[in-house]
């Protein structure tokens, strides 16, 4: 069976760089949601890029 999952990410610091956080929602049937807080001082630029991997961590544990 093919099984098609929408996934969003997207990390944040306030103020850049500061106090930082990464999350993401995995839609496969249902809605699942991950979080992590990354610390500080930490850029905007990582933050993000660890909520992209924070979505590919969890989207192999559903592969």
């Known amino acids: 069976m093919d099984k098609t999952a929408i996934i969003h990410f997207d990390g944040g610091a306030v103020p850049n760089?500061?106090?930082a956080a990464?999350?993401?929602?995995?839609?496969?049937?249902?809605t699942?949601?991950?979080s992590r807080y990354l610390g500080e001082p930490i850029s905007n630029n990582v933050a993000e890029y660890c909520g992209l991997l924070l979505r590919v961590?969890?989207?192999?544990k559903w592969a």
Not at 24 to 29: E, H, K, R, S, T
């Open 32 to 34: 699942h949601t991950f």
């Open 22 to 30: 990464a999350a993401c929602i995995i839609q496969l049937g249902q």
């Open 17 to 19: 760089p500061g106090k």
């Open 57 to 60: 961590e969890e989207a192999l």
